[in-house]
Structure formats: structure tokens, C-alpha cells
């Protein structure tokens, strides 16, 4: 059974850098397919954030590309997410999830993130 | 990046009821289409992927249709643990872009 579960702060100041893990159990993110994040922002908007592949290769949205970096550690079954000089308009509650046999067909939990001094 | 427009924001039916959703891009997508459901405080749940192919477990009262542009997630016989909120993806470009979601309530 496919597991994935989020973990870091829950509250950041702005321009702060965010870092959120997943933890992935079930499955090894070796294997292939792809694993990403997706955030749904305080008016239950739904947005995609960015995709990584096992050895590394990675997809981001447009709109964040130079603030955004997701990265595997295979070694411990996990990816992370970074995202640099936070403001306000980037809480949001994040989801990771794991594209294994369709599109975002697992999903963390989700973790509430807020920028707020 | 390529818009998903859904159709309706909201809509209000009753149990039993059959309840179709809209989701038409703005260039064509082929099939990649996939349709979420989600409940308050839960994660989004698959429901349908490649536009009609039905998740395994989904109820057989879930179906998808369409390809190109225009896409429709359809709900037959309408039941009480189907009122949420349901969005579409489109994962056809490089840049996955999601509907703005329709909200299904009493």
C-alpha cells in the first residue's frame, strides 16, 4: 500500500525559504514513474507545482520556476521541495504526491503551510 | 500554458439525480484528461484518468468522456458520499494545469 506523508513547518516568515519532505513508504521512488507537489491555496484553487523524476530530472510550473527546486533522496525514500522568498500568497495547504499508475493517483495528506511574520 | 475551464462552479442536485461537469481546454489535449474528487479536509482522490478510464474501486456510477478540448465527467444515480467538490487535470503539456473545480451540493 502506497503511503506518502508530508512534514515541515507550518508557519514561515516572509521572504523565508519553505522546505517540506515527503515520505514515501509502499513503494520505492526508484522504480520510476514520478513524484511531485501540488498546493491548494486559501480559495481551494488546486495547482500544480512541479514534477521529479528518480534520477532527478524535474518539470516546474512556469509561474514559479525561479523560486522552486524538488528534489529525490533515494536513499531515504523521500523528495523535498524548496521554495525561495516566500510571501503571503503562498500559503496554502501542500500536498506531495506520487504519479505511479495515472496522474497524481496518490496523495499525501496535505500540510498547512502560512507566511506570516 | 493551457487553461481548463470548468463548468459549473457549483451545482445543486439530489440523491439519485444525474449530474454531468464540464471541462473544456484551451488547445487541444487529446485524452489527457483526468477527473478528482475531493471532500472537506481531505486530499484529492483520482476518479478517472485518460479521460474514461475509471479507476479501479471507483464506483461503476463515475464515467468520463471526450477528447481534444471538451471533456465531461458524469455522475449517474447521484449518491450521498458524492457531494464534493470534483476537479479536472490536464496532463498533456509539460505544465499539468487544473480546472477551477465544481462543487456538487444538496
Known amino acids: 500500500q502506497v503511503q506518502l506523508q508530508e512534514s515541515g513547518p507550518g508557519l514561515v516568515k516572509p521572504s523565508e525559504n519553505l522546505s517540506l519532505t515527503c515520505s514515501v513508504s509502499?513503494?520505492?521512488?526508484?522504480?520510476?514513474?514520478?513524484w511531485g507537489w501540488i498546493r491548494q491555496l486559501p480559495g481551494k484553487e488546486l495547482e500544480w507545482l512541479g514534477t521529479?523524476?528518480?534520477?532527478?530530472?524535474?518539470r516546474y510550473n512556469p509561474s514559479l520556476k525561479s523560486r522552486l527546486s524538488i528534489s529525490p533522496d533515494t536513499s531515504k525514500n523521500q523528495f523535498a521541495l524548496r521554495l525561495n522568498s516566500v510571501t503571503a500568497e503562498d500559503t496554502a495547504v501542500y500536498f506531495c504526491?506520487?504519479?505511479?499508475?495515472?496522474?497524481?493517483?496518490?496523495w499525501g495528506q496535505g500540510i498547512l503551510v502560512t507566511v506570516s511574520s | 500554458a493551457i487553461q481548463m475551464t470548468q463548468s459549473p462552479s457549483s451545482l445543486s442536485a439530489s440523491v439519485g439525480d444525474r449530474v454531468a461537469i464540464t471541462c473544456r481546454a484551451s488547445?487541444?489535449?487529446?485524452?489527457?484528461l483526468n477527473w478528482y474528487q475531493q471532500k472537506p479536509g481531505n486530499a484529492p482522490k483520482l476518479l478517472i484518468y485518460?479521460?474514461?478510464t475509471l479507476k479501479s474501486g471507483v464506483p461503476s456510477r463515475f464515467s468520463g468522456s471526450g477528447s481534444g478540448t471538451d471533456f465531461t465527467l458524469t455522475i449517474t444515480s447521484l449518491q450521498p458520499d458524492d457531494f464534493a467538490t470534483y476537479y479536472c487535470?490536464?496532463?498533456?503539456?509539460?505544465?499539468?494545469?487544473f480546472g477551477q473545480g465544481t462543487r456538487v451540493e444538496v
Open positions: 504526491e506520487g504519479s505511479i499508475y495515472a496522474p497524481l493517483d496518490f
Open positions: 509502499g513503494y520505492s521512488i526508484r522504480s520510476g514513474y514520478y
Open positions: 521529479v523524476y528518480p534520477d532527478g530530472t524535474t
Open positions: 488547445e487541444g489535449i487529446r485524452n489527457y
Open positions: 485518460a479521460a474514461s
Open positions: 487535470l490536464q496532463d498533456n503539456d509539460s505544465s499539468w494545469t
